[in-house]
């Protein structure tokens, strides 16, 4: 841990709050129909958009038509997505002569793409067509995206509306995200980026000799474009395997920077929206500030851990004359060093970003298992984009309710009174998450031929592995340990399901949450009204998610990392 570290993520922190309140009011008027500074160009596409679509643009949704709006258009990009992938050798653009993709590899690609998971099981230079990349897969980056970011408007407007039957339009509310957010940010995004040298072409891949006159083929293609919409969208993934940590995908220290502000800043901002669309800014900043304190004290804590030198290491070096090496540099990219490494990884994920540029699975016992607290907590913590936002809503309806236990009244939230099916559809989304994780964790642990057979690790640390491909994917992260082989057909799959349950099942309770909130009168504040604009109401917010979370999955902890560490310590290895 160092100063030049620590100057580092104050000039992060900064730059991320200096984003928050413009971002947050643009993103406020392009999704209410506001005039921007895009409106003169885009508004006659927008307009036209919805003539070509048969689109009413004044016809709003109840929340069960929104619900049924968001199913039916992931099951039908989710579809298109499987045929070209087992198609691809058919189709064009593809000059590396990539065969098809298999039926459960191309399942679970699907899937993980259409949720803004990006999960890869599979290494993609070796697997996916230009076309693959940029008609099945990038463009999912933008659909899945706008559709975590139009739920949370929905939820919003929920909170924001009195007596109304609906909450937004689905397909406006796409369109203008889309055309207004996503491919503006992305295209000078993906301008910055080949700036930064990297590689925007249809080349095929370039054969190279080295120096030892060693054949080498160096792969390329349209890694700019994709790369931009994958940090922005908090998709994750790669146009390489080795993903943020390859030289074409992360060239430089001001890309790294860029990479991970990125992720942060779409989420960030929707805090800002919120107080700016109900009306109380000061309730934007203490959910901001909840998020800020969860995410720099995990920062901290992984940073600590692997600026430590490994336990073994120490040891050797107190009986000899060696001197303990100055932290854990497995599994980092040296160009990028532990704290930059750390700071990565926490971004990714407290964001459902599945982007790396250190293997997580090389991290020290206690650093791993923050980042993987970090998506268990829900990846609320700025989350990803849409979902972290009405993910944290859901623990402020809960934090509001035991407050209102607290002093023995009817809670109330910006005026709402918080009724019985609020607090029942608030326990689902945050009971639905667990009953993934942990049934499927379990069974793929006690199965040797399905779970086992293909972990590279032994002991805690194997399940640690497996513990954490089912979070990362009903989580809509998509990082991995990696010391796991999930590309087999029962992994294949059953991710593929998981995926789609933690994405789209916890959608339908929040669009609930939204049309029972909107149809209600607002009711003016007493003096035993809890003010949700402060910090003992930030301090609570924390405390909930932190409570949740650890009596959720503590015992599963205790077992992995927790028992990792311990035994570590007492020499043992994995």
Not at 9 to 32: D, H, K, M, N, Q
Not at 142 to 165: C, E, M, N, P
Not at 259 to 274: D, K
Not at 442 to 448: H, K, N, R, T, Y
């Amino acid at each position: 841990m160092t100063s030049n570290g620590w100057l580092q993520f104050a000039i992060f922190s900064l730059l991320l709050l200096a984003t928050v309140r413009p971002v947050g009011i643009y993103l406020a008027r392009v999704l209410e129909g506001e005039r921007t500074w895009l409106t003169p160009v885009l508004r006659p596409i927008e307009r036209l958009l919805y003539k070509l679509c048969g689109v009413r643009a004044e016809s709003e949704m109840n929340w069960r038509q929104y619900a049924f709006a968001v199913l039916g258009f992931s099951a039908v990009s989710l579809v298109l997505t499987y045929i070209i992938e087992r198609a691809q050798a058919l189709l064009p653009l593809n000059p590396q002569h990539l065969p098809n993709v298999g039926a459960d590899l191309a399942w679970n690609t699907a899937a993980s793409f259409t949720t803004n998971t990006n999960w890869q099981s599979y290494v993609p230079e070796t697997t996916m067509s230009y076309l693959t990349q940029m008609a099945a897969l990038a463009t999912h980056n933008f659909f899945s995206a706008a559709v975590g970011i139009v739920v949370a408007i929905a939820l919003v407007r929920g909170i924001k509306r009195t007596g109304s039957q609906t909450i937004g339009n689905f397909w406006v509310d796409m369109t203008r995200t889309l055309l207004y957010v996503l491919l503006p940010g992305a295209i000078l995004y993906a301008l910055l980026l080949v700036a930064q040298g990297v590689p925007q072409n249809l080349h095929a891949y370039t054969a190279a000799h080295t120096l030892e006159n060693a054949a080498q083929t160096i792969a390329q293609g349209p890694v700019a474009s994709q790369e931009a919409i994958k940090m922005l969208g908090t998709n994750g993934g790669g146009f390489f395997n080795a993903n943020s940590a390859h030289p074409f995908e992360n060239p430089t220290p001001f890309s790294n920077l860029l990479q991970m502000l990125s992720i942060f800043i779409l989420p960030a901002g929707l805090t800002y929206t919120l107080g700016h669309m109900t009306g109380s800014r000061g309730h934007g900043w203490a959910v901001f500030a909840a998020m800020f304190a969860l995410f720099a004290v995990g920062f901290v804590t992984v940073y600590w851990a692997e600026s430590q030198p490994h336990p073994l290491l120490h040891s050797v070096a107190q009986t000899t004359t060696a001197t303990a090496p100055g932290g854990n540099m497995e599994g980092k990219e040296v160009r990028f060093g532990i704290m930059n490494s750390s700071l990565f990884a926490t971004v990714t994920t407290d964001a459902s970003c599945g982007a790396v540029n250190s293997m997580h699975d090389s991290f020290s016992p206690l650093g791993g298992m923050v980042v993987l607290t970090n998506i268990l907590l829900g990846e609320v913590i700025f989350g990803g984009v849409g979902s972290g936002l009405y993910g944290m809503l859901i623990f402020v309806v809960l934090a509001v309710f035991i407050a209102g236990l607290m002093v023995g009244r009817t809670p109330e939230y910006l005026g709402k009174k918080i009724d019985g099916f609020d607090v029942k559809m608030s326990m689902l989304y945050a009971l639905i998450f667990p009953l993934i994780i942990l049934p499927l964790t379990a069974i793929f642990v006690l199965s040797p031929t399905v779970g086992l057979s293909s972990l590279n690790n032994a002991g805690p640390h194997g399940l640690s592995e497996i513990f954490y491909a089912f979070s990362s994917s009903a989580g809509n992260n998509g990082s991995a340990f990696a010391g796991l082989n999930a590309n087999t057909w029962w992994y294949n799959v059953m991710l593929g399901f998981t995926m789609l349950a933690g994405r789209l099942l916890m959608m339908i309770p929040v669009l609930a949450l939204a049309g029972n909130l909107a149809q209600k009168k607002s009711v003016p504040p007493s003096p035993g009204t809890f003010p949700v604009n402060g910090a003992l109401f930030t301090v609570l917010l924390i405390g909930v998610v932190i409570i949740l979370g650890a009596l959720t999955f503590f015992p599963a902890l205790s077992l992995g990392p927790v028992l990792e560490h311990l035994v570590l310590k007492a020499g043992q290895l994995f």
